[in-house]
């Protein structure tokens, strides 16, 4: 399967692209949930952490997830939560971007 490394690279192109950017990528194959997040440097810069980022929705899914600060990959067996995860993951960021400031 070539989509972890097709959202792989689409989230690190982002990363490197925008200036300040938090990006997760979520989709649905082999009936698992895939998640990849990633962050911009300034962001990283600022103590935020795309592996913490993604721990978190993938639990959502029932899964895990790992990487490092700036990209990281994760899913789950739950894949009829993804829409959950993302505004878990939504709502992580912005409460993590609200205490770095």
């Not at 300040?20 to 082999?30: E, F, Q």
């Amino acid at each position: 399967n070539e989509r972890p490394e097709w959202m792989r690279t689409t989230a690190d192109w982002l990363r490197k692209e925008l200036d300040s950017v938090a990006v997760m990528l979520a989709s649905k194959a082999g009936g698992k949930a895939l998640l990849t997040a990633a962050l911009s440097k300034d962001l990283v810069k600022r103590g935020l952490s795309a592996s913490e980022w993604i721990e978190s929705a993938a639990k959502v899914l029932g899964g895990k997830g790992g990487g490092k600060a700036s990209l990281a990959q994760g899913g789950g067996p739950s894949p009829e939560n993804i829409s959950v995860a993302l505004k878990q993951a939504y709502k992580d960021i912005k409460a993590r971007l609200s205490e770095s400031t």
